[in-house]
């Protein structure tokens, strides 16, 4: 079974960056696609961004110009580099294997000054 456990979250000034990691274990990871999702306050769970299994990545329209997702499969690791912060990125970020829908448990940017 995988799991998978989210980092790098944390109080960031507008205009920063933060790298989040997703990590996982099990045998599975490197064949699966991983997702990244948030969920700002009171508001519901949004897409932010994708990675196949191969590596090719698909960003949010909104947020391509400041997010990247990339993954290394030997580490089972897949970051979230979010450049250029605002305060409407503060959220919770989960990561999420959609092949077997396993979720991790988030972890809390807040983006203020």
């Known amino acids: 079974q995988v799991q998978l456990v989210e980092s790098g979250g944390g109080l960031v000034q507008p205009g920063g960056s933060l790298t989040l990691s997703c990590a996982a274990s099990g045998d599975m990871f490197s064949e699966s696609a991983v997702n990244w999702f948030r969920q700002p306050p009171e508001k519901s769970r949004e897409f932010v961004a994708a990675i196949t299994s191969d590596g090719t990545p698909t960003i949010r329209g909104f947020l391509k110009d400041r997010f990247t997702i990339s993954r290394d499969n030997a580490k089972k690791v897949v970051y979230l580099q979010m450049n250029n912060l605002t305060p409407e990125d503060t959220a919770v970020y989960f990561c999420?294997?959609?092949?077997?829908?396993?979720w991790g448990k988030g972890t809390l940017v807040t983006v203020s000054s």
């Open positions: 999420q294997i959609p092949y077997v829908n396993i």
